[in-house]
């Protein structure tokens, strides 16, 4: 059976572990603080792949970041290391084949393997945390567009330059739907500048109507963008995952969307997998692109 | 070489042709008013293909509606057309084999095999006229979702229900980027309920101030739509086709589209191919599919 060194590689956290073709993890979990430092953040790749090369057949990266067709290379990310890491060559740190892929695309394919769209092969994934990413699959492969980049949520919500948003656009659906987009929705509704999401979540959960309201707010811009993704995708389902997506009512939005949707009906689900869906997904596709499937 | 039946049925006009596997009208085009009564366009449908049908190896209808993934099919449409038609058998009207696909998709594939896409594998075609169309290709094959309806442009333009669509939904794309929409527009921004689509072209290039403005209204609303799309699909290119399409600048849009995405620079261009993109994209298709290519 053959077997891939997954790691992940998030703004804070890099996490590696050895999974088998199938989608098992078959050793510990490592977990690494990501280190400020470009050069230190190759150094601990370097580290994990010597200690564990020789057990697997392929190295599988789950990275921030869109990923080239060829799954060779970043070509464009965020954060602290984006200036570095479109240049590294990562094939030159292993004897072993080295594969890359985006995140949310990784957490996508393990869910469409292993997971909640399992047996899908029309799925829209969306990770609702700090930000929002996203992985699209239509029939039964991943969409990647001409460069590797597809699958930004960012669609307008509005077009009167209202939120600015993380990617340096105005009003998208990231910034409007992600914790911190709840966070500002909650700042504009309440005029309060250091309300949190957790004050929100509590707050509702106790009853409180502002509370309330600054919820739903969220929950139906996420409903909003969820309409034009099905009416584009045509999707089976609709997977969301990430920090944010426990508080989501899957059944209204199941209910609502199809409603509203011009193209035919689709649910709304929650990921199965958790954490380990980025190293689970890479290994995956590695293991696919071994054995010559694209 | 193989030749192929097209017929392109619109909600105004039927048209049909022979078009050989290149993409050649080798006939005359024909052209029939759509019938009122549903009965009668069948009457029509059979009298072309009677006509036609030793000449040609496929007939290959070019349609309004979503067409079923195996292209027997409507599963949906809208109009005086709307309930007769997904329980058409459309293979009882030929001994010949009859393959349907929608006409965005159509025209999308049209101008990929022969016109303003030609050698590149992803792109986004928009048919801005009363209503707006999509059809999208992904690494060279069109994108159909689950049961054939993706490529619907009904997204949000903003969330606090505005404008009803012809859908039934609020606030989605077509309805501001259409003609209808740019004739909603100046009822907004002029209040004159009568002014017209025409009133706003001659007006702006006239010099006058207000329909300039209605018209760059309109048109910075298709400019926040292409952002979406270019973020969600990475396309070589967005090619904007149908009656309002030659209004549009697509220097200005390409140059705003790239300043705002997050994906990797495209072109929108206009299309290629002109009224009969419909039945050459229905007729490659056809041809395609008796080659036992999907």
């Known amino acids: 059976m053959l077997k891939a060194l997954a790691i992940d590689v998030g703004g804070t956290k890099i996490y590696n572990a050895v999974v088998d073709e199938t989608g098992n993890i078959i050793s510990e979990v490592e977990k690494h603080s990501t280190p400020k430092n470009y050069d230190d953040i190759i150094k601990t790749f370097k580290s994990v792949i010597e200690k564990f090369e020789d057990e697997v057949d392929v190295i599988a990266f789950s990275t921030c970041g869109a990923v080239n067709n060829n799954n060779t290379r970043i070509i464009g990310s965020t954060g602290n290391i984006a200036k570095e890491y479109p240049k590294t060559d990562f094939q030159s740190l292993s004897k072993k084949p080295v594969f890359l892929e985006n995140d949310?695309?990784?957490?996508?394919?393990?869910?469409?393997?292993?997971?909640?769209?399992?047996?899908?092969?029309n799925s829209v994934m969306l990770t609702l945390g700090t930000g929002v990413g996203?992985?699209?699959?239509?029939g039964g492969k991943l969409l990647k567009g001409k460069n590797g980049a597809a699958g930004e949520m960012h669609f307008k919500m509005r077009t009167d330059k209202h939120r600015k948003c993380t990617c340096g656009g105005w009003d998208c659906f990231e910034i409007y739907t992600s914790g911190t987009g709840l966070k500002l929705t909650g700042e504009e509704l309440s005029n309060n500048p250091d309300i949190t999401t957790y004050d929100i979540i509590e707050g509702k959960n106790n009853g409180d109507k502002l509370m309330t309201a600054i919820f739903e707010r969220w929950q139906n811009d996420i409903l909003a963008g969820l309409i034009g993704l099905a009416n584009l995708f045509d999707p089976d389902l609709i997977v969301l995952s990430g920090s944010m997506a426990q508080f989501v009512d899957t059944d209204y939005l199941t209910r609502e969307v199809n409603k509203e949707?011009?193209?035919?009906?689709?649910?709304?689900?929650?990921?199965?997998?958790?954490?380990?869906?980025?190293?689970?997904?890479?290994?995956?596709?590695?293991?696919?692109?071994?054995?010559?499937?694209s």
Do not use: D, H, Q
Not at 104 to 121: D, I, L, Q, R
Not at 134 to 138: E, K, L, N, S, T
Not at 280 to 289: D, F, K
């Open 261 to 293: 949707i011009v193209t035919t009906p689709l649910k709304v689900v929650k990921a199965a997998l958790k954490n380990y869906s980025g190293m689970i997904g890479a290994a995956l596709l590695a293991v696919r692109s071994l054995n010559g499937k």
């Open 134 to 138: 996203g992985g699209i699959i239509a």
């Open 104 to 121: 949310a695309n990784c957490a996508a394919w393990a869910e469409f393997e292993t997971g909640a769209s399992k047996g899908y092969s």
